[in-house]
């Protein structure tokens, strides 16, 4: 029998593309941590054939079946009714879970309504599994040697569930091998590039190691992941192979697994009690929305200046009239005035400034959408560098922002 995992996921919201299906994502993320395979996730409609299927399907190869969805009150949810004919079940009153539907609601100051009583009613042959933050509890079931665990669809409640009961129970019985896993980030090199610089590296991995690039806007991530019988061996081995890549594109990673730019950057400005300001064009204000989303960032930033305008420019951060004319607002003399003046202007240590033409319209044959300079003034002058992102808007946006924070970044090591 295999140990994989399947994970289905109940609603038509999902398929729609009204909700994203976050709970996957979630328990993937989390059972995979933990060295446990997933087989397959699937979607499916609030049917009663649908989720039939699903569970069929899913029998026949898989060791664990994860559900989440459909045990709301209503009648769209029809997962309890479906989980009876499956396992040849009756729905009986839990006491204990009609109390703490009745304490739940008494707490928030409502009536127990005879829907929010249905909750109460699960089948008589599953294992209840409590839920503290919600009113649906999870049931458990096994059949024919595969377990399956079905669950509410709010996150919060599932979430619950899982590292409760379901992550500890699981792991115990599908006792996976050991499992070393570490996300090297990286920005300011293409996957194909990046791929054909750490060819070498990648061809000499051991064995029982694997390599991934998750490339997105401005940076690739690369998960180095390892499935062995000793966990400590793994490690020293994975921390081996990190201190090669490092050796072979050093300044290109930025960091590793959940880190950030604006984290990285905040700590390199507060280290070295340096402030900075920023003075955004078309990233109206990312940046400096990114950076003050880090707690104590009121200790090494300032402030910002979002000149969307050539009058703001002007007046503001007082950009040459005529430099604005000859050269544009998207050019290396005015995105340099743009750095240097917001410095002086707020007496910062070091200064951002992007402009660019974000899309989808206002490209030029010499300037077209995706066209961003990025300027930083600091202690040792000025410099500035113009990139050509894309033709897509939110990501050109996404893109400068990074890299302004990257430029900040190298400047700073």
Known sequence: MSKHIDIISIGDELLIGQVINSNATWMGQKLSSLGMKINRMEAVADTRDAITNALENAARNARVVLVTGGLGPTKDDLTKEVVCDF??????????????????????????????????????????????????????????????????????????????????FFKELCQPEAFVQKTVLTHGMGESFLADKIEGWESELPEKFSLAYLPSPGRVR?????????EQDLQRELDNQIEKLHAEIGL?????????????????????????????????????QKITS???????????????SNEIKEQILSVRFEDLEKYGAVSEVVVLQMAENMRNMYSTDYALAVSGIAGPGGGTPEKPVGTVWISIAGPQGSKAQKFLFGGE????????????????????L
Request: hydrophobic content about 40%; charged content about 20%; some cysteine.
């Open 87 to 168: 396992f040849d079940s009756n729905l009986v009153l839990d006491e204990n879970v009609r109390r703490h539907v009745e304490i739940f609601f008494e707490k928030r100051g409502f009536d127990l309504t005879k829907l929010n009583f249905w909750q109460a009613m699960v089948p008589d042959n599953c294992q209840v599994i409590p839920n503290a933050v919600g009113t649906a509890p999870g049931m458990h079931f096994e059949k024919d040697n595969v377990h399956y665990l079905f669950m509410p669809g709010v996150p919060m409640e599932m979430k619950h569930i899982m590292e409760s009961w379901a992550l500890p």
């Open 222 to 230: 690369l998960r180095i992941s390892a499935r062995g019988d000793d």
């Open 252 to 288: 290109l990673i930025y960091g590793y697994d959940d880190d950030t730019l604006e984290e990285l950057v905040g700590k390199l400005l507060l280290k070295n009690n340096l402030s900075l300001s920023t003075a955004e064009s078309c990233t109206g204000g990312m940046i400096a």
């Open 294 to 308: 880090i707690a104590g960032s009121s200790q090494y930033f300032k402030g910002s200046v979002v000149a969307y």
């Open 393 to 412: 808007r939110v990501r050109n946006i996404d893109w400068a922002y990074q890299t302004a924070l990257n430029m900040l970044r190298l400047e700073l």
